[in-house]
């Protein structure tokens, strides 16, 4: 598993009992070179599946640096 996968993971299962008071719980991966392919890899589909389903939120990877929007989070893309 990538170690930014690992790390969104761990944080989330440590602090479970923190990240459930939350409505909603947003991954975000930044890369600093090309993006990996995270996607195509089952670490990615469960922590994608499991922020989904038990934090009703999502995980987006970004290349170099991003600037979001809060209007912008639940957007997939």
Request: proline share 3%; glycine share 4%; aromatic share 10%.
């Amino acid at each position: 598993m990538p170690k930014s996968l690992e790390q969104i993971k761990g944080t989330l299962l440590l602090y479970k009992d923190f990240f459930e008071t939350f409505e909603r719980v947003y991954g975000r991966v930044v890369v600093a070179s090309s993006t990996p392919k995270l996607k195509a890899t089952a670490s990615y589909v469960n922590l994608e599946r499991m922020i989904r389903k038990n934090y009703h939120g999502n995980i987006k990877i970004f290349e170099k640096q991003k600037n979001e929007k809060d209007t912008e989070l639940d957007k997939l893309k």
